[in-house]
């Protein structure tokens, strides 16, 4: 029997969302658990609900709607119960599937979960995917940042991040030290710190999968497998192999690499599958960006390649963010709590805004991510920004986060 939870508007009852056979199957009212963040959280919350809730009301004519469910985590659950995380909180948001979160702050001292690790580990949530794509009038530093449209496909789980990591002059680092030392001769300085890189075909190709099977979706042009494959040629060249052979393997008919590209007449309009190694893509994302369209990485490029591209069209503050896996997803801010402007209804909630048009997206409800996106066009279009962009935009008039908000809800289309 599944759990109903009243909506707050009108008693609209909600429903869970269910993942069947590869699809979301999503109810009219869906329940959508959300963390508010901390810091400035709440006034970033307040404003992405409101807008949210606008433009599914307008697009859907008042037919759909969010039955938003507060779940807890951070300061805001600690203050409370005096716990950071609360089994409660995971356990809620992997029975509705799809959550989204404003920033949390990271506690310091160790001990403490952090949740995006435990959801991540959980929930099995093995693809990061950051758009990173130009809003018009957002000051930048390249002179022609519209160039850049891009969706990374980061892998989440694997590479150097998987945590297996040991100290300089541990018993177990001297240990790694010494079994590579005498079974394979390897040259390693004593006293060394050790990190593990393992890198597996199965974790590779499902998040190559994940980035095609988008493309396809999307009518994107290419796919660009992001590796460091001349140097570290098992691990990095791995990803690039496997990546060619499912792409091969499971979407033969609709994909063509670039090596073979536009030599057949059949191929005309097929998904282009390309490899670049990383540092040379860094420049070509500055140089070209227009030659590239979606990216799929292992975990340490894709983190750098993410921020330098949103730093290319203007910055993190806009960057939104989703972890996905399969059959569930959570979406989130990527910056932080900007603990400073907490409660001055100050700070731009972009992150949080774009975030929920990935989860509208993911949802099926293109509709109403495509309104958000006319909505927040419109309003930096009018020159009526939070005081982060004002300070950058001659001409632009500095509001509030809340006015910022009703500004997008007013260009709403
Ligand atoms: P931060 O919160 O991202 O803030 C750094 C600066 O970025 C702010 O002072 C502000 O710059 C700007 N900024 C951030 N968010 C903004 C927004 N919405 N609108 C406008 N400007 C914004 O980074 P931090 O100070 O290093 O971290 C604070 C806390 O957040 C820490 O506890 C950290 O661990 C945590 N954190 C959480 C997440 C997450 O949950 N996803 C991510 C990163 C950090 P100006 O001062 O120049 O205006």
Redesign the pocket.
Known sequence: MPTQIAGRRGGAVGAKIEYRDGHWIVPDHPIIPFIE?D??GPD?WRASAKVFDAAVAKTSGGKRSIVWHEVLAGEKSFNQNGNWLPDETLGMIREHRIAIKG????PVGGGIRSL?VALRQMLDLYACIRPVRYIAGVPAPVKQPGKLDVVIFRENIEDVYAGIEYKAESPEADAVIEFLQRRFGAKIREKSAIGIKPMSKFGSQRLVVKAIQHALKRKRPSVTLVHKGNIMKFTEGGFRDWGYEIAKERFGDQTVTEAEGGKRKEDAGKLVIKDRIADAMFQQLVLRPDEYSVIAAPNLNGDYLSDAAAAQVGGL?LAPGGNVGDGYAVY?????????YAGQDK???S?VILSGVMMFEEMGWDEVARAIVRGLEGAIASKHV???LARQMPGATEVSTSAFADAIIQHLA
Not at 103 to 106: D, E, I, K
Not at 332 to 340: D, L, V
């Open positions: 963040g810091g400035t970033i920033p949390l702050t990271t995006n503050g989130e801010a990527t910056h932080g709590t900007a603990p400073k700070v731009n909630p992150s939070t005081y982060d």
